[in-house]
């Protein structure tokens, strides 16, 4: 029963979000309440974007080097889930989304699941085609035919064929 919490927290968490609605609204007005989400919802795109292309560098960079980029993963997808949460109206879902982008209490968060799940890593360069165990000496890359090693007889049987042709 370990994941029945979730059908409780699909019910709680709109209704607290509906709560804090009303009580923002009726202290500065559905306006001023509106604009806030709208303002929350624009600010968490321009942080994904600016944090989640950080993030996604760091990790091209770990995995060209050879790494394998764990601690990037994790907080990419922190990055991506506060995004989620502050594109998500509500203001307590927005205040969980800001929390999210501060990399301290990513860095706790990383710590805390890094001692309970294992990165295991692939063979050097699984990520990167142009890492040195993708490359073989293959020889040349053109073959060259003259006429007389190569003749195109065509199927003669062939609907499409045409007639003209010998």
Known sequence: MRFSIIPFLLLAIPLAEIATFVAVGSQIGVF???ALVLITAVTGS????VQGFGVVRRIQETMNTGGVPGRDLVHGVMILVAGLLLLTPGFITDT???LLFIPALREAGWQFL??????VGGMPGAANP????YRRDTGPQTIDLSEDDYKDTGNEDSPWRDPDRQ
């Open 96 to 98: 969980l989304g800001f």
């Open 114 to 119: 890094r001692k309970r799940v294992v990165v």
């Open 32 to 34: 001023p309440t509106l």
């Open 130 to 133: 142009h890492h040195e165990a």
């Open 46 to 49: 321009i942080l994904l974007r």
